[in-house]
């Protein structure tokens, strides 16, 4: 096919990418070897890349429809996001199911459910706020036998024959609860609690293992599976979000490494340093001593070859005040690659210091090797909320292009605590360049030169900032309304960025938003704290227990207020909405960039744009994506936590020209795409499973196989 080329620039684009190129035949780290998809993100690398062209662009338009697996038929889902990813191993597909997290293998070529497999039930598993939240399973073998591992919502480590779904013979430990298994589990809570000072000085009773961490002293649970590195489990960790407690106390999450064959516990990395432990002088006061939560909520990725584990982590309790927890906080807000044998550091990089905005790093670390300047380099990709792109050399941790530390603005709240300096990468670009000035009179609406000019008169009376703009107490006195900031990719753990190691390309789905933040009050020491009742987004389903609490809280609490003014419902900045962007990451530079689906109705039609030409910018909901080949496929989900979708736009799955973004071929979905997409090749027809799902339509989570006819 002939590529057609509008501009110049593109053409020049195109000739870059042709020549920085990885070769088409690059070492691809392991995962889709003979048509599988092993993990998560198909390889370790979390790619979400295939070299599967059986499908291809000449015949993507004669995809059918196979198969549709329907989630809700596995109990209750009142979550309408499908978010678990299937695998593909050895003839069968993995993956889990509603808030039970029922692991289920499912026939590849018709959709069967071969097996289900079910935890106990348990209070702890009552209590958990992430129980919607699974993302999947992992794969790994003993001698030969296939074993799949899983990490419940109630924090049990399960080990699965792969082909019958019962607990492994002779792994783990008893857990002395009358439902359970006397095999094939570990309890993670035991080995959480192991050492830690908090627990170690708990008088009120023995350990409950029906009951887990006591609620007095925090609450741990688990959203992105564990991954298996040679012979190693690394299991990681989820809490209640920190954006949702006042309380200040929690278990630290920390990383745990076990026997991929026998489940005993190898090791242990503690994100919050102990003393004599590297970073342990970036928490002041003595806040290590009770500050937890510092989740791994994203997936992990690894390099087997290296023996090195990838993750990132959130913040610690209290993502909107840190004066409790003052300083820089390791491991917060940070990418790690730690030995898996032995759970050492070999290197880290923190992304973001002191989080107070919800940056919570939420996607998984990348992995492709790249070719810069002549030199070729294992290469670890970072993508964040903020729309920075990070790119280190994944054996030594050196940034592959500078990244400087810039001044930040800094908080007036009474004893909070902002770093003074912040990171951000000289390359790669941003996804959108609004994230290195703020929203500046560049960035404003310009339609029209009244609008522009009530634009001007609002953003007037707010002071700019960048990426780290705090919120301000709500009795200031500036002769300013408030700080106003903006990012450039937003939440993007429903649609993570993909990379092609063929090619070098990485593809991001992004949108920009600007906000003026909540203004901050006192707490007065009333802990709202409560995640025993029912937890957002599990239907509600969670029991009411007499809530217990902790015995601190944060001094300041989000107040409310905030927001920005809008020129009639229209917002002061030039949208930018569910855009699809491509970087040639062997240079660091964007090479093409796209909306995806039609600027809404109700903005073209808006009065004060009559007889405007407004420009497409994208329509409501995320782009998700992966790799198949010489392809870019592509989708359209919906908009996290407002369930939005445009009725009046196909539902869709595009072929997408790699180079160009340029759609080839589209087939109907039956529901908008969630999270993610695979392909595998069965008994020599590959297929595509996308995941859907919506309240409104008749898949409130399902899979949907694609294959030629």
Request: some cysteine; glycine content about 10%.
């Amino acid at each position: 096919m002939t590529i057609r080329t509008q501009t110049l620039a593109l053409s020049l684009a195109l000739l870059i990418t042709a020549v920085t190129a990885t070769s088409a035949d690059s070492q691809r780290l392991p995962g889709t070897e003979n048509g599988e998809w092993r993990y998560l993100g198909g390889d370790s690398g979390h790619t979400r890349s295939s070299p599967l062209d059986q499908i291809n662009a000449s015949n993507f338009a004669d995809l059918e429809i196979d198969w549709i697996w329907k989630s809700d038929n596995f109990g209750p889902n009142l979550d309408y996001f499908m978010r678990s990813t299937p695998i593909y191993v050895d003839g069968l597909l993995y993956t889990v199911a509603t808030t039970r997290r029922q692991v289920v293998a499912i026939d590849p070529s018709t959709g069967e459910t071969i097996w289900i497999f079910r935890e106990p039930e348990t209070t702890r598993f009552l209590r958990s706020p992430r129980r919607a939240y699974g993302k999947g399973v992992a794969y790994g073998e003993i001698d030969g036998r296939g074993v799949i591992y899983i990490t419940s919502p109630a924090f049990f480590l399960w080990a699965l024959d792969a082909k019958t779904g019962r607990p492994l013979e002779n792994w783990g430990a008893s857990v002395p609860l009358d439902d359970f298994e006397q095999t094939g589990a570990v309890d993670l809570v035991t080995h959480l609690l192991d050492g830690w000072g908090q627990w170690e000085r708990w008088d009120e009773g023995p350990y409950d293992a029906d009951y887990g961490v006591p609620r007095e002293l925090g609450m741990v649970t688990a959203s992105a599976p564990p991954i298996v590195v040679n012979g190693v489990v690394v299991v990681l960790v989820g809490h209640q979000p920190s954006y949702g407690q006042t309380r200040i106390e929690n278990i630290p999450g920390d990383i745990m490494g076990f026997d991929a064959r026998t489940g005993e516990f190898m090791w242990k990395f503690h994100v919050i340093p102990r003393p004599g432990e590297f970073g342990h002088d970036t928490w002041e006061n003595d806040a290590w001593m009770w500050s937890g939560d510092m989740s791994t909520w994203a997936p992990a990725s690894a390099d087997p070859e290296l023996g090195l584990v990838y993750l990132v982590t959130n913040a610690s309790t209290v993502q909107s005040y840190s004066g409790h927890r003052p300083g820089d906080n390791l491991f917060g807000g940070t990418l790690l690659a730690l030995d898996v044998q032995t759970g050492e550091r070999r290197w880290h990089f923190q992304i973001h210091k002191s989080d107070q905005w919800n940056y919570d790093l939420p996607t998984p670390p990348m992995l492709m090797d790249l070719t810069v300047n002549g030199v070729e380099i294992p290469a670890v990709i970072q993508n964040t909320k903020q729309g920075l792109v990070f790119a280190f050399n994944r054996e030594t941790g050196e940034p592959i292009w500078p990244i400087e530390q810039r001044p930040v603005i800094q908080t007036q709240v009474p004893g909070n605590y902002t770093a003074a300096t912040q990171a951000y990468p000289t390359l790669p670009a941003p996804l959108d360049s609004i994230i290195l000035t703020g929203l500046t009179e560049e960035y404003l609406i310009d339609y029209t030169p009244d609008l522009k000019a009530q634009a001007q008169i609002i953003l007037s009376q707010y002071q700019v900032g960048g990426l780290y703009v705090p919120p301000l107490p709500f009795d200031h006195d500036n002769d300013f309304i408030n700080n106003v900031g903006c990012q450039g990719a937003g939440n993007v753990i429903p649609h993570p960025p993909v990379a092609d190691p063929s090619t070098g390309m990485m593809y991001a789905s992004h949108r920009r938003t600007c906000s003026a933040p909540g203004f901050m009050r006192p707490t007065n020491g009333v802990d709202v704290d409560n995640p025993n009742f029912a937890v957002p987004g599990d239907g509600g389903a969670t029991p009411n227990y007499t809530p217990t609490t902790g015995t601190t809280v944060a001094a300041w609490a989000p107040g409310g207020g905030g927001g920005l003014p809008t020129i009639d419902g229209l917002q002061i900045w030039k949208r930018m909405n569910n855009q699809l962007s491509a970087f040639q990451m062997n240079t660091g530079e964007k090479i093409w960039s796209l909306p995806v689906g039609p600027t809404p109705e109700r903005i073209k039609d808006h009065p004060l744009l009559a007889g405007v030409d407004v420009p497409e910018s994208g329509g409501v909901g995320w782009s998700i994506q992966m790799i198949a080949g010489d392809l870019l496929i592509q989708t359209r989900s919906l908009s996290q936590g407002t369930a939005q979708y445009d009725p009046d736009a196909p539902l869709e799955l595009h072929a997408r020209d790699k180079m160009t973004g340029e759609i080839l071929a589209s087939v109907p979905l039956p529901a908008p795409g969630q999270y993610g997409m695979m392909t595998y090749m069965h008994e020599g027809k590959q297929y595509i499973v996308v995941q859907v799902g919506s309240f409104r339509t008749d898949y409130p989570g399902a899979l949907v196989a694609y294959t030629l006819p």
